[in-house]
């Protein structure tokens, strides 16, 4: 399967026969349908007691999954060459908490990217603080110099690039071959490119992390998380999945399934309109800053052109002066973007980015606006943002 190309992958994955043709004699289906059980069946003792250990293919309990979970989990490990294996979880957040789980224990430390999802970095603060792992925020842009942070205790390094408040994009291969030399586990939080647009355990990462809530699922109504891991990573990351009881509810993995179809149309798009808007953006006088990976003024930008295939459609841009109070009256104004938190779905929005609430690195001149740019038509989307700055 991994042979074919990304866009043929996005439509072959997951389709094994045994899930579409479940009595082939009649015929069969295009995807594999919504498999809803707690229980599972057997025709005796001996047929049950082999169901264990449960793996792909194999029905032993709900827990362990049905063709609909397979068929998604198989799907997005093939988009991660390299990779061996995917767990899924009932939202992002539940994802990167297992990630970390996974390989770290009381007395362990993590190196965690400054600039990462806030809840993410509650985990840290809290659950792991409780647990005995300690964190050390690093800046973003650290790349090898990652190696002078390293000591005898950190067992993990945690990346998001970029980060989807400030965008910078980290140098990966460098952060992940310094780790490597030194036996140190590497995850990334890959939501906002995706393996199309960063294949993350190519360039290194031992685990991948998507919030499929956001570009997977595609269409705002879906939570669900996953975490696809190497062969060496993949005892460790089943075993933490099944000691945390993680699963994922069948009918959410089959909309992650079938927003999966057509990932790669909606990024190219999410991607040509994010661009037309942002490069708008930075000609305007009352916009500082636009803080998207493809464009110079991003920090970052040069690991993002030489290491990603495209961008997604999620940035900021920083007003030229104003305050908090001008950014909200400007998202206020606007009436093609909604006022909500996540994205990645087919609809634009725009909320206050206010990293310095959490970040402990970076010190940003004016108050930051942060755009999910949806398939509406750009034009459209850019006379809504320039009446919205003309009122400022
Ligand atoms: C949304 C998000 C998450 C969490 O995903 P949920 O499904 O909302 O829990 C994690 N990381 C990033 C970068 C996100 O944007």
Not at 212 to 225: E, F, N, P, W
Not at 263 to 281: C, I, K, P, Q, T
């Amino acid at each position: 399967m991994s042979e074919h190309r990304s866009e043929t992958r996005l439509v072959e994955a997951g389709r094994r026969r045994e899930w579409t043709h479940v009595d082939a004699a009649k015929g069969g289906i295009v995807s594999p349908g919504v498999w809803r059980a707690s229980t599972v069946l057997f025709d005796d003792v001996a047929t049950m007691h082999a169901s264990w250990p449960p793996e792909t293919g194999k029905f032993q309990y709900g827990r362990s999954g049905t063709p609909t979970h397979w068929a998604l989990s198989e799907a997005l490990t093939s988009l991660e060459p390299g990779a061996q294996t995917t767990r899924l979880f009932p939202s992002g957040a539940a994802a990167c908490a297992a990630a970390l789980l996974s390989v770290l224990a009381a007395g362990d430390e993590v190196l965690m990217v400054d600039s990462v999802y806030g809840p993410t970095r509650a985990f840290c603060d809290g659950m792991l603080r409780r647990l005995g792992v300690a964190t050390r925020y690093y800046d973003p842009l650290i790349g090898p110099g990652i190696a002078d942070l390293i000591g005898d205790k950190t067992k993990a390094i945690f990346l998001e690039s970029p980060c989807s408040l400030t965008f910078e994009v980290q140098d990966v291969p460098a952060i992940c071959a310094v780790a490597k030399a030194r036996g140190i586990v590497t995850m990334i939080d890959n939501t906002w490119a995706t393996p199309l647009l960063f294949p993350a355990i190519a360039a290194g990462c031992d685990m991948s992390i998507l919030a499929c809530t956001k570009y997977i699922g595609g269409h705002a109504d879906v939570m669900l998380g996953s975490v696809t891991a190497t062969a060496a990573l993949a005892k460790k990351l089943d075993l933490a999945t099944r000691a945390l009881g993680q699963t994922a509810g069948p009918d959410d993995c089959w909309l992650a399934l079938r927003g999966l179809r057509t990932l790669d149309v909606r990024l190219r798009r999410h991607e040509e309109n994010g661009l037309r808007v942002a490069r708008w953006l930075k000609d305007q006088p009352q916009v500082a800053r636009v803080l998207h990976p493809a464009l110079p003024d991003c920090p970052g930008h040069e690991y993002w052109s030489r290491d990603f295939k495209g961008a997604s459609g999620l940035f900021a841009f920083v007003l030229d002066g104003g305050d908090a109070a001008a950014a909200a009256r400007l998202i206020d104004s606007l009436e093609l973007f909604g006022i909500g938190y996540s994205w990645g779905g087919f609809e634009s929005l725009a909320v206050p980015a206010e990293p310095t609430r959490t970040a402990t690195h970076q010190d940003w001149e004016g108050p930051i606006v942060r755009l999910h740019i949806g398939l509406e038509h750009p034009e459209d989307l850019i006379a809504d943002l320039a009446a919205g700055l003309a009122r400022l």
